[in-house]
């Protein structure tokens, strides 16, 4: 046996010692393990102190050990601690392991013997897997500076401003006719009321006319190849059959289209627009987009109106234009796609959809914008009649087994707001049916004290159902909402006429086909999934792809303004290192033993794995390799290894587990 | 911790084919009193019995008349955003009240119960001309005449049969439910 | 011919004889092939899961057992009640082998086995999924042009199912009145309870319940309407004089089973439908069709 | 007190959820049989089957493999492969006549160390019931072991792995 193997065995205290007889442990691999390479067994009180690693560093000196297992605690606490002590001495990091007896033995187990013996076969385990360690090197990469940010609501825009300003460029891609996003089609914003117009359409601005921002809208990414630092995204800019170099936004095309479409996006269905539209005045770019599946002319070849009178040399509509597919470099990705409207449809006891003064937050919103199809007026579906009574109903398809069981987050103060706006623009009595009320954020309390005392009507209550059936004469006419008072144990029915529902947040449609070409997760309720819920909110497991904004859960302005600018400062602080490590754990083909059968090539869920006809055998790109082992573990050939993870180490570990290590009594 | 089992484990206890539903899970939305059709006439709203039953007050929740007036739509089960089968619970609670022989007087729903079971071990099918003495008698006499109007009513149209059907195999079909609760040996 | 395990239920054998009629009339006429299962046995309603929910799976449980001792694949039953508890009994059956096991020991004393396999419908499934809409449509010699008719899903036909299913707002009564050439009514309560076993145990709360369907499906001009289970149509047509006295209403309007409106658009004479059995005449529906 | 048979016990664990989830069990204290033995891998989807079998034909009673819930997966969907290699390796014990439930696959979520302590003190008194395994405590354990790694080896590797 050439390998000298140190065992370091950690009291913590008491925390271990109290229930292993850590000193018999250390003896007994001494002793016991000698045949396998252990030169020397120790215990000590606090292995992680700077004395502890010291013990080892000078053994490694003293000694020549050439492994080293410290049985202490998790490895996730402090892996990185011995592996750096062992780097000190000179000895490659990946040539030491822990083995966990304090969260696996000591705290879990309460027989002293019992836990004694389990730390022994765990060491011993620990001991046949490091003999098969290899000294591994981190992988270095290159970070390319430019950052590929997709989605252009606030998150988005902030993300892509921070890291603009810092000096980096960035291309920003949008999939609707202009960035802005859900913000702004909101009127006002909670607490304060600012108008969210005011606020938003300065940094579109900016980003619209940033030197280090290419704008791409009306466009989606179709396709990511590459890793961290390495990029490359195949983005389609659908044809808008405008010519952006020499439109001018003058807007007498739509003036002139004779095509009016519901616009069920930027109007959520309230509005119209034309066919060849600009979705709101601010838009940017300012640039029309031609809406080619409700064009006269796409349809029947005749009327081409915005061409004619379109005023600019050369004429800037062309009905000849192609989706264009560009290909952009990038060493980071932020994903800024934000979030799907819950559809209140599924709900079919609130009526939406049927009768008609039920109303969508989003089309609440649109109502009340100045901009929008009511010039600001809160008004029933006739467009005119202001409503007396309102009742805004909470948790529209959020926490609820039947639908979405987390908390949308917002819509407490989303109602709020809209009882304020209600309240002070028409006067009207507005209940609102709540199960909690939620205002955990700076001034948020202060704002729904400020609409308790506006005299808003709050009833603790689900709604169950909301009908047009009268039963007296005073809900003729009206809309029934029927909810308990959970306060004073009675079922209610309350006329009114609009009701609108806050409805909560979805990840988007497609979220989970849009994590897959970025190669990152959804959770169980589909929003993505970040590399750790506290600690590091914006990143995810695929190295150099950041989330921002409510792709990683429902969030409200504030919040995704943060996680925008959090998710630049980390990709900001990738680009300054230049060059990254990542960790040597992964799996590589030996192309002497590759069949080329490509049974791994569709397991690999970052596409690391690619086949290369010429040599009829499989390749692993290290960079984009995780580490996960799955093709490892499928190779009909055992032709692919995993580094750190190898077949070996795992076997050995099971026969040092159970003790098949041992010399045979008697020998 | 105490090893008495608590009241609302008592209950979903008794939910045995539902298997532990979730009564903890309440979140005193309102749901299913807010979707009841027969809330008007229960002491206590359905949201307020899962309270009084999360909260341990047994004697209250079994003098309540609330179970006996579910009418087992189950349209609060099927709307409950915690998952909570409210109906099955319900008839929990009626089958912990009558076993435990603790429920508010007067009440014709537990009478009912009983003859049904009776009639259906006696003879293996319903009958309703058999049902009428236990209600009748307390409805009081407007509700004797009333039924009895309606009963003729039925009876001229043939809708009500003049003698019970019984299955064929009632022994063993006795036998079957003598495998299950006790009723006495076979005559 | 595909042949059918049918239940037909305590009810239909008295105060919903017209149903049975009129079911095994259409049945025929559409070629489905109802086999009464032999010596079946009361389901228990919803009057016995309150005393021993055991047992009430049992008593299932025995028909159930009969039924797939008969070799045949689908349980069909007319009343929503009794479908309701086949329906999860057999589920049951199906998830918990506890619960398996403790009724078969118990059906052991009947000889008899169940297994859980059976596809437990109700007859309306039947027909509009088995037989299908086109064919029903074919078959129509009196179409009930202008008969406006509410639908009455009621609860259990519908509930506590809720796997992806429309449970709020269902359409496939409508698409049956249709296709018979009749007019359904859009009325808000159509899947509201209408009381059910509370017209014994709490009369005046069964009352309250009956009187807002009725209201609603008056309100929405409704001539007739139709009813997929025993106990709402009693509930909703016999009880209909306690209603008028007890809120001084003047309500007068038919309830019929969807398979007596089939039956007449299918050209069956009335008195084969046990049409002329009701309280409140159905006599105003024959004259859309005939 | 008499002796009572004390299997011994492999459990796999993945990195970032049920090894975390083992962690969390030892941080709150919560106490469970010592029988399970852990070795930990990055992904579930890292389980070779013939570990099991070396396992189980090494001395081990019974194995527990663990991993993420299904759509929580740190590598995306690897965990699913593991699924399938589950189903498939307890047709292949019972095709050896080993009882298939000395193989459990548990998910638990980081969050889940009280899950992982109940799942493993359950399996740890499933494994007592059926008994010590003795397989390979024979003389001729290598043949076995040969045996079953070209029964499994030579299965059809489409067999083995989801479609992608």
């Given at each position: 046996m050439s390998e000298k193997i140190g065992v370091y065995v950690c009291h913590c205290g008491t925390n271990i010692a109290g229930t292993v007889d850590v000193k018999g442990v250390a003896e007994w691999a001494a002793e016991h393990l000698k045949h396998r390479g252990v030169v020397i067994g120790r215990d000590y009180k606090f292995m992680c102190s700077s004395l502890g690693q010291e013990l080892v560093e000078n053994d490694i000196k003293e000694l020549g050990l050439t492994r080293v297992i410290v049985a202490a605690c998790s490895p996730h606490l402090h892996e990185k601690t011995f592996r750096t002590a062992c780097e000190r001495a000179g000895l490659n990091p990946y040539l030491c392991e822990m083995v966990s007896i304090r969260e696996q033995v000591s705290w879990v187990h309460t027989d002293k013997v019992a836990a004694t013996e389990k730390s022994k076969a765990a060491i011993s385990g620990g001991v046949e897997r490091v003999i098969h360690n290899e000294p591994l090197e981190p992988i270095q990469v290159p970070i390319h500076a430019d950052t590929l940010v997709v989605g252009g609501g606030i998150a988005g825009i902030q993300a892509a401003l921070e890291i603009a300003d810092a000096g980096y460029h960035v291309c920003l891609v949008e999939r609707e006719p202009s960035i802005g996003g859900h913000m702004a089609q909101f009127d006002k914003t909670f607490p304060t009321l600012d108008c969210a117009a005011c606020i938003l359409t300065p940094k579109m601005v900016e980003v619209g006319a940033h030197p280090n921002i290419t704008l791409l809208t009306w466009s989606e990414v179709e396709k990511v190849d590459g890793f961290v630092g390495n990029f490359k995204a195949t983005i389609r800019k659908k044809a808008s059959y405008v010519n952006t170099d020499s439109c001018t936004g003058c807007g007498i095309c739509w003036e002139k289209c004779p095509k009016k479409v519901v616009d069920d996006v930027f109007e959520a269905g309230m509005g119209i627009r034309k066919a060849?539209?600009?979705?709101?005045?601010?838009?940017?770019?300012k640039y029309p987009v031609m809406d080619v599946e409700n064009c006269t002319y796409f349809k029947n070849s005749k009327c081409k109106a915005c061409q004619l009178f379109c005023p600019t040399e050369p004429n800037s509509i062309n009905f000849e234009q192609k989706d264009e597919i560009l290909e952009v470099q990038a060493g980071n990705i932020i994903l800024a796609t934000g979030y799907d409207l819950f559809d209140a449809t599924r709900i079919p006891q609130y009526g939406y959809?049927?009768?008609?003064?039920?109303?969508t937050s989003l089309e609440f919103e649109r109502m009340c914008n100045a901009a929008g199809p009511t010039e600001g007026k809160i008004v029933l579906r006739d467009m005119k009649t202001a409503p007396k009574s309102v009742v805004v109903v909470h948790c529209v398809g959020s926490r609820d087994e039947n639908y979405n069981k987390y908390c949308s987050s917002i819509c407490c103060m989303q109602s709020l707001k809209f009882a304020h706006l209600v309240m002070e623009r028409t006067g009207a009595e507005v209940y609102n049916c709540y199960i909690d009320i939620r205002t955990p954020s700076k001034d948020y309390e202060e704002f729904y004290k400020r609409v308790l005392e506006e005299g808003g009507h709050f009833i603790r209550g689900k709604v169950a159902e909301i009908t047009d059936a009268a039963r007296i004469p005073e809900e003729e006419g009206k809309l029934i909402v029927q909810v308990e008072d959970t306060l004073i144990g009675k079922q209610r029915r309350i006329p009114v006429d609009m009701v609108i529902l806050s409805a909560g947040l979805e990840p988007r449609h497609d979220a989970k086909e849009v994590g897959k070409l970025f190669g990152i997760a959804c959770g169980a309720s589909g929003w993505y999934t970040e590399r750790h819920p506290k600690l590091d909110p914006v990143a995810t497991m695929t190295d150099g792809v950041y989330i921002a904004g409510c792709v990683q859960g429902p969030k409200d302005i504030p919040a995704s303004v943060v996680q925008g600018a959090a998710a630049a400062a980390r990709v900001l602080g990738k680009i300054q290192q230049g060059v990254i490590s990542l960790e040597p754990i992964r799996a590589s083909i030996n192309k002497d033993q590759c069949?080329?059968?490509?049974?791994c090539n569709g397991l690999c869920p970052f596409n690391a794995i690619a086949y290369i006809e010429d040599d009829n055998v499989s390749d692993i790109n290290p960079a984009l390799c995780q580490g996960c082992g799955t093709c490892v573990a499928a190779c009909p050939a055992g032709a692919i290894s995993g580094t750190g993870f190898s077949n070996e180490q795992i076997i050995a570990q099971i026969d040092g587990l159970l003790l098949r290590n041992l010399e045979p009594a008697g020998v | 911790m105490s090893n008495e089992l608590s009241f609302s484990n008592e209950i979903a206890n008794v939910m045995y084919a539902t298997h532990g539903n979730p009564i903890k899970d309440c979140l005193q939305c309102g749901t299913c009193s807010g979707t009841c059709p027969a809330v008007e006439f229960m002491d206590h709203t359905p949201r307020a019995i899962i309270g009084l039953i999360n909260a341990g007050y047994r004697d209250e929740v079994l003098a309540s008349n609330t179970f006996w007036s579910c009418a087992s739509c189950y349209h609060c089960t099927v709307r409950c955003p915690a998952g909570i089968d409210i109906a099955d619970m319900m008839y929990a609670l009626k089958r912990y009240s009558m076993w435990k022989g603790q429920h508010q007087e007067g009440l014709i729903g537990p009478v009912f119960a009983q003859s049904f079971v009776k009639m259906i071990v006696d003879s293996g099918r319903s009958f309703e001309p058999l049902l009428a003495p236990t209600y009748i008698f307390k409805h009081g006499p407007r509700g004797l005449v009333q039924e009895a109007q309606t009963a003729t009513g039925l009876m001229l149209k043939g809708r009500l049969p003049l003698l019970p059907k019984k299955i064929k195999g009632l022994k063993k079909f006795q036998n079957m439910v003598r495998r299950i609760i006790p009723i006495g040996e076979p005559s | 011919m595909k042949q059918y395990a049918y239940y037909p239920g305590c009810s239909l054998e008295s105060l919903a004889t017209s149903y049975n009629l009129s079911t095994l009339e259409v049945a025929q006429t559409l070629g489905v092939d109802l086999k009464e299962i032999k010596d079946w046995n009361c389901c228990g309603a919803t009057a016995y899961f309150p005393v021993d929910e055991l047992l009430a799976h049992t008593l299932v449980a025995r028909n159930l057992a009969l039924a797939e001792k008969d070799g045949l694949s689908d349980f069909v039953a007319p009343c929503s009640a009794c479908y309701k508890n086949a329906y999860f009994t057999n589920a049951y059956l199906k998830k918990d082998p506890d619960l398996a096991e403790h009724i078969n020991y118990a059906l052991e004393a009947d000889n008899l086995h169940v297994n859980g396999t059976m596809k437990v419908r109700h007859l309306i499934e039947v027909f509009i999924e088995d037989v299908g809409l086109d064919e029903i449509e074919k078959k129509i010699t009196h179409p009930l042009k202008g008969l406006r008719v509410a639908p009455y899903y009621g609860c259990q036909l519908l509930r506590p199912r809720k796997d992806q299913e429309n449970v709020e707002n269902p359409q496939f009564f409508e698409s049956l009145l249709s296709a018979l050439g009749a007019e359904p009514v859009d009325y808000p309560s159509k899947t509201r309870c209408c009381g059910g076993s509370l017209i014994i145990t709490n009369r005046k709360a069964a009352l309250d319940m009956v009187h807002i369907l009725l209201q609603d499906a008056v309100n929405r001009k409704a001539d007739v309407i139709a009813t997929t289970c025993p106990m709402c149509n009693v509930n909703l047509e016999v009880y209909q004089g306690q209603v008028n006295r007890e809120f001084g209403t003047q309500f007068a309007i038919p309830v019929m089973y969807f398979t007596q409106l089939m039956g007449v658009a299918l050209g069956i004479k009335p008195e084969k439908l046990g049409i002329g059995k009701e309280l409140v005449s159905g006599e105003p529906v024959l004259a859309f069709a005939y | 007190m008499s002796e009572q048979f004390e299997p011994t016990i492999i459990g796999f664990t993945c990195n970032w959820c049920s090894y975390r989830a083992a962690d969390l069990a030892g941080t709150s204290r919560m106490k469970y049989a010592p029988n399970v033995r852990l070795i930990r891998m990055m992904c579930s989807g890292r389980l070779d089957p013939t570990f099991v079998l070396r396992a189980l034909s090494s001395g081990a009673d019974g194995v527990m493999i663990t991993g993420c819930h299904p759509g929580e997966c740190h590598y995306i969907e690897q965990n699913y492969k593991a699924l399938r290699r589950f189903l498939l390796l307890r047709r292949v014990l019972a095709g050896l006549g080993i009882e298939p439930e000395r193989v459990k696959l548990v998910w638990a979520s980081a969050a889940e160390g009280a899950r992982f302590a109940s799942e493993t003190t359950a399996f740890v008194e499933e494994i007592r019931k059926l008994g010590p395994l003795n397989w390979g405590k024979t003389d001729d354990r290598q043949q076995t072991m040969d045996d079953v790694e070209s029964s499994v080896v030579n299965r059809p590797s489409s067999e083995m792995e989801v479609p992608a």
């Amino acid at each position: 046996m050439s390998e000298k193997i140190g065992v370091y065995v950690c009291h913590c205290g008491t925390n271990i010692a109290g229930t292993v007889d850590v000193k018999g442990v250390a003896e007994w691999a001494a002793e016991h393990l000698k045949h396998r390479g252990v030169v020397i067994g120790r215990d000590y009180k606090f292995m992680c102190s700077s004395l502890g690693q010291e013990l080892v560093e000078n053994d490694i000196k003293e000694l020549g050990l050439t492994r080293v297992i410290v049985a202490a605690c998790s490895p996730h606490l402090h892996e990185k601690t011995f592996r750096t002590a062992c780097e000190r001495a000179g000895l490659n990091p990946y040539l030491c392991e822990m083995v966990s007896i304090r969260e696996q033995v000591s705290w879990v187990h309460t027989d002293k013997v019992a836990a004694t013996e389990k730390s022994k076969a765990a060491i011993s385990g620990g001991v046949e897997r490091v003999i098969h360690n290899e000294p591994l090197e981190p992988i270095q990469v290159p970070i390319h500076a430019d950052t590929l940010v997709v989605g252009g609501g606030i998150a988005g825009i902030q993300a892509a401003l921070e890291i603009a300003d810092a000096g980096y460029h960035v291309c920003l891609v949008e999939r609707e006719p202009s960035i802005g996003g859900h913000m702004a089609q909101f009127d006002k914003t909670f607490p304060t009321l600012d108008c969210a117009a005011c606020i938003l359409t300065p940094k579109m601005v900016e980003v619209g006319a940033h030197p280090n921002i290419t704008l791409l809208t009306w466009s989606e990414v179709e396709k990511v190849d590459g890793f961290v630092g390495n990029f490359k995204a195949t983005i389609r800019k659908k044809a808008s059959y405008v010519n952006t170099d020499s439109c001018t936004g003058c807007g007498i095309c739509w003036e002139k289209c004779p095509k009016k479409v519901v616009d069920d996006v930027f109007e959520a269905g309230m509005g119209i627009r034309k066919a060849i539209y600009r979705p709101f005045a601010q838009a940017v770019p300012k640039y029309p987009v031609m809406d080619v599946e409700n064009c006269t002319y796409f349809k029947n070849s005749k009327c081409k109106a915005c061409q004619l009178f379109c005023p600019t040399e050369p004429n800037s509509i062309n009905f000849e234009q192609k989706d264009e597919i560009l290909e952009v470099q990038a060493g980071n990705i932020i994903l800024a796609t934000g979030y799907d409207l819950f559809d209140a449809t599924r709900i079919p006891q609130y009526g939406y959809g049927k009768l008609p003064n039920v109303f969508t937050s989003l089309e609440f919103e649109r109502m009340c914008n100045a901009a929008g199809p009511t010039e600001g007026k809160i008004v029933l579906r006739d467009m005119k009649t202001a409503p007396k009574s309102v009742v805004v109903v909470h948790c529209v398809g959020s926490r609820d087994e039947n639908y979405n069981k987390y908390c949308s987050s917002i819509c407490c103060m989303q109602s709020l707001k809209f009882a304020h706006l209600v309240m002070e623009r028409t006067g009207a009595e507005v209940y609102n049916c709540y199960i909690d009320i939620r205002t955990p954020s700076k001034d948020y309390e202060e704002f729904y004290k400020r609409v308790l005392e506006e005299g808003g009507h709050f009833i603790r209550g689900k709604v169950a159902e909301i009908t047009d059936a009268a039963r007296i004469p005073e809900e003729e006419g009206k809309l029934i909402v029927q909810v308990e008072d959970t306060l004073i144990g009675k079922q209610r029915r309350i006329p009114v006429d609009m009701v609108i529902l806050s409805a909560g947040l979805e990840p988007r449609h497609d979220a989970k086909e849009v994590g897959k070409l970025f190669g990152i997760a959804c959770g169980a309720s589909g929003w993505y999934t970040e590399r750790h819920p506290k600690l590091d909110p914006v990143a995810t497991m695929t190295d150099g792809v950041y989330i921002a904004g409510c792709v990683q859960g429902p969030k409200d302005i504030p919040a995704s303004v943060v996680q925008g600018a959090a998710a630049a400062a980390r990709v900001l602080g990738k680009i300054q290192q230049g060059v990254i490590s990542l960790e040597p754990i992964r799996a590589s083909i030996n192309k002497d033993q590759c069949s080329g059968c490509r049974i791994c090539n569709g397991l690999c869920p970052f596409n690391a794995i690619a086949y290369i006809e010429d040599d009829n055998v499989s390749d692993i790109n290290p960079a984009l390799c995780q580490g996960c082992g799955t093709c490892v573990a499928a190779c009909p050939a055992g032709a692919i290894s995993g580094t750190g993870f190898s077949n070996e180490q795992i076997i050995a570990q099971i026969d040092g587990l159970l003790l098949r290590n041992l010399e045979p009594a008697g020998v | 911790m105490s090893n008495e089992l608590s009241f609302s484990n008592e209950i979903a206890n008794v939910m045995y084919a539902t298997h532990g539903n979730p009564i903890k899970d309440c979140l005193q939305c309102g749901t299913c009193s807010g979707t009841c059709p027969a809330v008007e006439f229960m002491d206590h709203t359905p949201r307020a019995i899962i309270g009084l039953i999360n909260a341990g007050y047994r004697d209250e929740v079994l003098a309540s008349n609330t179970f006996w007036s579910c009418a087992s739509c189950y349209h609060c089960t099927v709307r409950c955003p915690a998952g909570i089968d409210i109906a099955d619970m319900m008839y929990a609670l009626k089958r912990y009240s009558m076993w435990k022989g603790q429920h508010q007087e007067g009440l014709i729903g537990p009478v009912f119960a009983q003859s049904f079971v009776k009639m259906i071990v006696d003879s293996g099918r319903s009958f309703e001309p058999l049902l009428a003495p236990t209600y009748i008698f307390k409805h009081g006499p407007r509700g004797l005449v009333q039924e009895a109007q309606t009963a003729t009513g039925l009876m001229l149209k043939g809708r009500l049969p003049l003698l019970p059907k019984k299955i064929k195999g009632l022994k063993k079909f006795q036998n079957m439910v003598r495998r299950i609760i006790p009723i006495g040996e076979p005559s | 011919m595909k042949q059918y395990a049918y239940y037909p239920g305590c009810s239909l054998e008295s105060l919903a004889t017209s149903y049975n009629l009129s079911t095994l009339e259409v049945a025929q006429t559409l070629g489905v092939d109802l086999k009464e299962i032999k010596d079946w046995n009361c389901c228990g309603a919803t009057a016995y899961f309150p005393v021993d929910e055991l047992l009430a799976h049992t008593l299932v449980a025995r028909n159930l057992a009969l039924a797939e001792k008969d070799g045949l694949s689908d349980f069909v039953a007319p009343c929503s009640a009794c479908y309701k508890n086949a329906y999860f009994t057999n589920a049951y059956l199906k998830k918990d082998p506890d619960l398996a096991e403790h009724i078969n020991y118990a059906l052991e004393a009947d000889n008899l086995h169940v297994n859980g396999t059976m596809k437990v419908r109700h007859l309306i499934e039947v027909f509009i999924e088995d037989v299908g809409l086109d064919e029903i449509e074919k078959k129509i010699t009196h179409p009930l042009k202008g008969l406006r008719v509410a639908p009455y899903y009621g609860c259990q036909l519908l509930r506590p199912r809720k796997d992806q299913e429309n449970v709020e707002n269902p359409q496939f009564f409508e698409s049956l009145l249709s296709a018979l050439g009749a007019e359904p009514v859009d009325y808000p309560s159509k899947t509201r309870c209408c009381g059910g076993s509370l017209i014994i145990t709490n009369r005046k709360a069964a009352l309250d319940m009956v009187h807002i369907l009725l209201q609603d499906a008056v309100n929405r001009k409704a001539d007739v309407i139709a009813t997929t289970c025993p106990m709402c149509n009693v509930n909703l047509e016999v009880y209909q004089g306690q209603v008028n006295r007890e809120f001084g209403t003047q309500f007068a309007i038919p309830v019929m089973y969807f398979t007596q409106l089939m039956g007449v658009a299918l050209g069956i004479k009335p008195e084969k439908l046990g049409i002329g059995k009701e309280l409140v005449s159905g006599e105003p529906v024959l004259a859309f069709a005939y | 007190m008499s002796e009572q048979f004390e299997p011994t016990i492999i459990g796999f664990t993945c990195n970032w959820c049920s090894y975390r989830a083992a962690d969390l069990a030892g941080t709150s204290r919560m106490k469970y049989a010592p029988n399970v033995r852990l070795i930990r891998m990055m992904c579930s989807g890292r389980l070779d089957p013939t570990f099991v079998l070396r396992a189980l034909s090494s001395g081990a009673d019974g194995v527990m493999i663990t991993g993420c819930h299904p759509g929580e997966c740190h590598y995306i969907e690897q965990n699913y492969k593991a699924l399938r290699r589950f189903l498939l390796l307890r047709r292949v014990l019972a095709g050896l006549g080993i009882e298939p439930e000395r193989v459990k696959l548990v998910w638990a979520s980081a969050a889940e160390g009280a899950r992982f302590a109940s799942e493993t003190t359950a399996f740890v008194e499933e494994i007592r019931k059926l008994g010590p395994l003795n397989w390979g405590k024979t003389d001729d354990r290598q043949q076995t072991m040969d045996d079953v790694e070209s029964s499994v080896v030579n299965r059809p590797s489409s067999e083995m792995e989801v479609p992608a």
